[in-house]
């Protein structure tokens, strides 16, 4: 069993999900636990910062996606939260394998260690309150019961599942019997509910201790507990990621925490919290967690409103202007608008099943592509040329490579470029050029300490990424 008070708390960091439902500003290669919504940090930072500051916890451990390993490393790094250790999961399986990993992780070396469950994409504005309700649970967590943590609802959401409070725990009156788990409801349902009292909404936040955790998936889905079992331990590391054998955790089910382990068994217990908290699962969500000014509006961006009411407007790239507008949302991105009733949040998915149904580009990523070595982004495009921005970070470079189909031009706008053309080396200074000819070897490096900044002028018969052969990388 842990120690006493306070326990050393291992936060683990759920980081890979979609958020399509905050399309089109999240994206498949960009999500929402990566975006800034409500500050200067996104909330995967947010979640970072809240768990660190959690009284014995420990660097985290953090489970996202390949796709996603290096943005998220960066943003851990700036935010000065380094995790212990990152699990790349090869596709993602939902929340009950994702969670296997970490709790085998921490049972190598101790099993009684508490482990803190948290998403990466939650606002929780109130850290003092998350703290008090992280530390009340510990004791029961502690003792084998595996907590969740239920929010009082202030309104009839249809996107959250609820939990029905039961009676106290006999050594921990402040941590009660989950009697019952409440999948997400229609909007009668959800009122009931709240007119009943006793129900609390689901945040999907846990804690338990490795040991509890694994003895109740292996009563209740022991064939999870194999498969991610067999596939953590055949991991490998590379960049300091650890990679779960990739075909083995392919062929687990792909099922959360609430469906394997939470709704079966007959541990689970709720804390009832009395801190704002949301999942930002729409954009009603975002609206109703972030400030609002005397019309009820909650605007970002360069934004003008003119008779427009409890609304929220976004404005990404140019200026956005609403007129005569009640209940709306509208987000604006450089490649794509969403204007929609505010009530209907839920209903972008038929949007998103349609962008992915005609496989638009527009749900996988945004104009701006992030890179482990910075970011691209296409500024023009036409018959045979293209123009980009690039965004070289400082000691970055790209991989050593070559093009069939296309020859480039670099103009370096800021910063510093060691260019290689066909075994040629060069540097680079503000407003100097270099060309690329179609067919020849070539690397672009940032030797300086400020970002490299420039223009990339391609022309030739096929523009597309796959026109790439890499020699080192």
């Avoid at 985290?60 to 943005?71: D, P, S």
């Avoid at 990679?243 to 392919?250: A, K, S, T, Y």
């Avoid at 104009?367 to 023009?380: A, C, F, K």
């Avoid at 189909?405 to 670099?410: D, M, N, S």
Wanted: charge should be negative; include cysteine; hydrophobic fraction near 40%.
């Amino acid at each position: 069993m842990p120690s006493d008070p306070p326990y050393p708390l291992h936060p683990v960091i759920l980081s890979g999900g979609s958020g399509t439902r905050l399309w089109p500003l999240s994206r498949a290669e960009h999500p929402k636990q990566l975006l800034a919504l409500s500050s200067d940090e996104t909330l995967l930072q947010a979640t970072a910062r809240r768990a660190a500051a959690l009284p014995n916890a420990q660097p985290a451990i953090v489970i996202t996606g390949e796709e996603h390993r290096f943005l998220v490393r960066d943003q851990l790094a700036t935010s000065g939260c380094a995790p212990a250790c990152m699990y790349l999961e090869p596709e993602g399986r939902n929340t009950a394998p994702a969670i296997t990993l970490a709790a085998l992780h921490l049972a190598a070396t101790d099993p009684d260690v508490l482990m803190l469950v948290l998403p990466a994409d939650h606002m929780i504005a109130d850290h003092t309150a998350f703290a008090v309700a992280v530390t009340t649970a510990q004791t029961a967590a502690s003792q084998g019961w595996l907590c969740t943590f239920g929010v009082s609802p202030s309104y009839p959401e249809t996107g959250y599942g609820y939990i029905h409070v039961g009676t106290p725990l006999p050594n921990a009156p402040q941590v009660s019997h989950v009697s019952r788990f409440v999948e997400k409801p229609d909007l009668p349902l959800a009122r009931r509910l709240i007119d009943e009292g006793g129900h609390l909404w689901n945040s999907g936040i846990f804690l338990f201790t490795a040991r509890a955790f694994l003895n109740e998936l292996r009563k209740h889905r022991p064939d999870i507990l194999a498969t991610a079992t067999a596939a953590w331990q055949g991991r490998t590391k590379d960049m300091g990621f650890l990679r779960p054998q990739g075909d083995i955790f392919r062929a687990c089910a792909n099922l959360s925490i609430d469906y394997a382990v939470m709704q079966a068994t007959a541990r689970a217990a709720v804390v009832a919290t009395d801190f704002s908290w949301s999942d930002v699962g729409s954009w009603d969500a975002v609206w109703r967690a972030t400030s609002k000014d005397a019309n009820n509006n909650s605007v970002s961006g360069d934004v003008i409103l003119a008779n427009t009411r409890n609304s929220y407007v976004r404005a990404e790239h140019r200026l956005v202007a609403v007129v005569g507008m009640d209940n709306v949302t509208v987000v604006e991105t450089a490649d794509a608008v969403l204007v929609m009733n505010k009530d209907r949040a839920q209903d972008i998915r038929a949007v998103v099943e349609q962008l992915r149904t005609s496989g638009r580009n527009e749900l996988i990523r945004q104009l701006r592509v992030h890179r482990p070595w910075g970011w691209y982004e296409s500024t023009d495009r036409g018959d045979r040329f293209q123009v980009k921005r690039i965004t070289v970070n400082p000691g970055k470079k790209l991989s050593l490579q070559m093009h069939h189909h296309r020859a480039e031009h670099w103009v370096v706008v800021s910063g510093t470029a060691l260019v290689t053309i066909d075994g040629m080396t060069q540097m680079l200074t503000e407003n100097q050029s270099a060309f690329v000819p179609l067919g020849l070897k070539h690397q672009l490096e940032n030797p300086g300490h400020i970002p490299l900044q420039l223009i990339e002028v391609q022309s030739g018969s096929y523009l597309g990424e796959d026109d790439i052969i890499r020699f080192e990388d």
